[in-house]
């Protein structure tokens, strides 16, 4: 027996009241979209599902992808027969005879979803389970603790009979929480707030701050990489790559060396905040962790954020970094983000940094030596923008030595 369908429940979606129709078109659009290469399947949109029919595509490849998807509560394999009681008892006995393990007890699980349908489902389950009980060997009916839990959901046009879900990514379908532009460095907590931001439904774009020559091409293709492993997650995503080796010039000349960090990333925001506006992105994310770094206590946050009025999204704030690590080998970012090319942030920069950074000392330092607006405009002017796709080119780290 193979399992010709595929159904698709849905999580929080169902809260949503009248934007229901909404989440649900765009995240049939979503899967369309992620399994495009696959193009015999087919989908069907009904009250509570979306149902994909194989059309005899091997559903491997299809549910490793379907995980990633948000908005997606479980699924499942599913025969479809027709809603006819012999059909159903038919169907349930091929799932358990065609169950990769050995099978000792089984239940039945009947939803009748079109109540229409004449036979109740507690009858729907006596009358399948007989059969299936009589047409096998050495297997009892067992409704507390089953080897196998077989549920037959009655729809209206047809019956789908599966066994066992696989658990979905959670979360809401991406594209129906509008745009964040992600500051994305290198490192292991960027990347993650990228993939919780986009599970709550927002798009991304991505900006990465980078100072050639003293950060080089595969520092930069990092970045790539990393970006192009999140647009497996919803999206393709712009990624903003903003040229900084002047302004940390600038800074290391120029600014006091206990608020240099400070100062760059005082730059960095105003950067990024003047991209988002031009792009009518509406917030901002980080990895930043709270307590993890001298750039990440409340002083510091409180003196950086002073610059922007944009929200921004710290989905990692109150994580530890292992919580963070587990994530990111959960979504395939770690290896890449521990591979050890220079970051931006760490060239030029004094060892010693300002944790209780403040306000007005930023300010001061500032007016009297940085041309801030000047070095926002130059920056901005200079800043290349690439379209990430999941067909991106990967690193061939070694052409590149
Ligand atoms: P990450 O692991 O994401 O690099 P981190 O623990 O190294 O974070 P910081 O270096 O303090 O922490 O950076 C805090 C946040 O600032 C990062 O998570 C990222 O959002 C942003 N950031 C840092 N460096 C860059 C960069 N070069 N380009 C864009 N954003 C950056
Ligand atoms: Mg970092």
Redesign the pocket.
Do not use: K, N
């Given at each position: 027996m193979k399992y010709n369908h595929i159904l698709v429940r849905f999580g929080e979606l169902a809260l949503k009241g009248k934007n229901r129709s909404y989440f649900e078109k765009q995240l049939l659009q979503n899967m369309k979209t992620t399994l495009k290469e696959y193009s015999a399947l087919t989908y069907k949109r009904t009250y509570g599902r979306i149902i994909v029919e194989l059309n005899g595509q091997d559903h491997d490849p299809v549910v490793k992808q379907l995980k990633h998807i948000f908005g997606i509560h479980s699924f499942s394999l599913a025969l479809k027969v027709e809603n006819d009681v012999d059909e159903m008892k038919k169907g349930a006995l091929e799932v358990l005879k065609s169950h990769p393990t050995a099978v000792r007890t089984f239940k039945i699980t009947t939803k009748r979803a079109y109540k229409p349908f004449p036979i109740d489902s507690q009858k729907l389950n006596h009358h399948i389970g007989g059969y299936v009980l009589t047409n096998s060997e050495d297997v009892t009916v067992d409704v507390h603790h089953p080897d196998l839990d077989i549920r037959v959901e009655v729809r209206e046009t047809a019956t789908y009979i599966t066994s066992g879900a696989y658990s979905g990514a959670g979360g809401l379908p991406v594209g129906t929480g509008g745009k964040v532009l992600l500051?994305?460095?290198?490192?292991?907590?960027?990347p993650v707030?990228g993939y919780l931001t986009m599970k709550r439904g927002a798009r991304i774009e991505a900006?990465?701050?980078?100072s050639p020559p003293y950060t080089n091409e595969r520092a930069k293709q990092k970045v790539i990489d990393l970006t192009k492993i999140l647009t497996k997650y919803g999206c393709n995503i712009n990624l903003h790559l903003v040229p900084f080796t002047d302004i940390q010039q600038h800074l290391h000349k120029e600014a006091p060396s206990n608020y240099q960090m400070t100062l760059m990333r005082r730059m960095?925001l105003r950067i990024s905040e003047k991209v988002a506006n031009e792009r009518g992105i509406l917030a901002l994310a980080?990895?930043?962790?709270l307590g993890?770094?001298a750039?990440?206590t409340l002083h510091s946050m409180n003196t950086i954020n002073e610059v922007t009025n944009l929200p921004i999204i710290r989905p990692l704030v109150t994580m530890d970094k292992l919580e963070v690590i587990e994530i990111a080998q959960k979504i395939d970012t770690y290896e890449t983000?521990i591979l050890p090319y220079e970051?931006?942030?760490t060239i030029f920069l004094p060892p010693e940094s300002k944790t209780r950074p403040k306000r007005e000392h930023a300010n001061k330092y500032e007016n009297k030596y940085l041309k801030v607006e000047e070095y926002i405009e130059d920056a901005v002017a200079r800043t290349e923008t690439i379209l990430i796709t999941s067909k991106s080119q990967t690193n061939e780290i070694d052409d590149l030595f």
């Open positions: 500051m994305l460095s290198g490192g292991i907590d960027s707030a900006i990465h701050f980078h960095m980080t990895g930043e962790s993890q770094v750039s990440q983000s970051d931006c942030c």
